[in-house]
């Protein structure tokens, strides 16, 4: 079984900073691409940034310049860096890992979810 553990989120104002982290742990033989989601009330999920396990990355227009994914592969976690927040960027967020386990199966697999508030 694969698990991930989220952390990092929070109530922060406009203009602030979080940090978010997702760490997976279970039977993982290998984790390729790394993602962060979110979902505001109402709306869909949508895909924030992802990076690949060679570290090309993707963002959503919405957060260029301003939010940075990174990887530390030797712990299996996923980083996602938030600066200069806006009331816009509130939601739930989510992580997700696509993993190869021990034994060869692949499969995506989520965190728990957590809750980022930017105040204006």
């Known amino acids: 079984q694969v698990q991930l553990v989220e952390s990092g989120g929070g109530l922060v104002q406009a203009g602030g900073s979080l940090r978010l982290s997702c760490a997976a742990s279970?039977?993982?033989?290998?984790?390729?691409?790394m993602g962060w989601y979110r979902q505001a009330p109402g709306k869909q999920r949508e895909l924030v940034a992802q990076?690949?396990?060679?570290?090309?990355?993707n963002y959503a227009d919405s957060v260029k310049g301003r939010f940075t994914i990174s990887r530390d592969n030797a712990k299996n976690t996923v980083y996602l860096q938030m600066n200069s927040l806006k009331p816009e960027d509130t939601a739930v967020y989510y992580c997700?890992?696509?993993?190869?386990?021990?034994?060869?199966?692949?499969?995506?697999?989520w965190g728990q979810g957590t809750q980022v508030t930017v105040s204006s």
């Open positions: 990076i690949t396990s060679g570290g090309v990355t």
């Open positions: 997700k890992q696509g993993v190869m386990k021990i034994g060869g199966s692949l499969g995506d697999y």
């Open positions: 279970g039977s993982i033989f290998a984790i390729y691409v």
